[in-house]
């Protein structure tokens, strides 16, 4: 069991035939993911070669795709001023599941497209500016290196990318059920409570990392969901303690204003619905190890 992405995942990406494409789609065939094609409109009716002797077909536009290999997720590595276009593309192709890697996508591009995906009310968008999403074993649909963690019972959510990559190998001891890189955007597809709700509710679940940063007020509305809906052990880290105020750092979401959106106040909100927090991400997943060993031993008392 995973959330959102599984072994019967058919993985398409748009923008397969460029350098970033072609790459990861690489290492997502390597990590064992079904990638069934490529769409370029350029270039359809084509094959690409990659390692192995696997041959993918690229076809002309998302809807075809689907119609031919019956894929269910996209992934879209085209460039900035496009993706939306492409977003738009696969949203009206109804694709289930689509991960935007791109960096850079203008935060109006992205609200339309989000707005636009909601009243059509049959694709999940996970990004733009994100690694994407893995469930360890089964399917990889981004850019997350798959040999840092095996499959587990720990979920992780986090607007990191790189702190994405970072807790799964502190806890590859354990394992990840499913780790959902969402981007750390103004404006993003699936959020933190999205993301704490599949979560809570997949049986192969035992635990919960979540991962924020400066800005904004995602980490206090998830806090406010954690402490109403979710019973299963959730452990914190937020990113940007030492962060000057009025600076962009790094994601386009994480500017702080006054004391809105530091680290401090978001630790608090969520240590307020119960949930432990850690000063450092090793310090997060030590947290987690603890219980995660709790949870084992009250399972074989």
Known sequence: MAIFLNADSKIIVQGMTGSEG??????????????????????????????????VPVFGTVAEAMAQTGA???????PPAFAKAA???????????????????AVRDTAELYSYARDKGTTRIIGPNCPGIISPGLSNAGIIPADICGPGRIGLVSKSGTLTYQMMYELRDHGM???????????????????????QNDPDTDAIVMIGEIG??????????????VTKPVVGYVAGFTAPEGKTMGHAGAIVTGSSGTAQAKKEA????????????????????AIMVQLAQAASA
């Open 87 to 105: 977003a738009i593309e696969a949203i009206d192709a109804g694709i289930p599941l689509l991960v935007i890697i791109t960096e850079g996508v």
């Open 22 to 55: 072609t790459k990861h789609t690489t290492r997502m065939l390597a990590s064992g993911s079904n990638v069934v094609g490529g769409v370029n409109p350029r270039k359809a009716g084509t094959t690409v070669g990659f390692p192995g002797g696997t041959e």
């Open 270 to 289: 969520l240590e307020a619905a119960g949930v432990q927090v850690g000063k450092t991400p090793s310090e997060t997943a030590d947290l987690m190890r």
């Open 216 to 229: 904004g007020d995602a980490e206090e509305r998830a806090a406010a969901y954690i402490k109403d809906h």
């Open 177 to 199: 059920s499913t780790a959902v890189g969402i981007g750390g955007d103004p404006v993003i597809g699936t959020t933190h409570i999205d993301c704490l709700e599949a979560f």
């Open 72 to 78: 269910n997720v996209s992934v879209g590595f085209v």
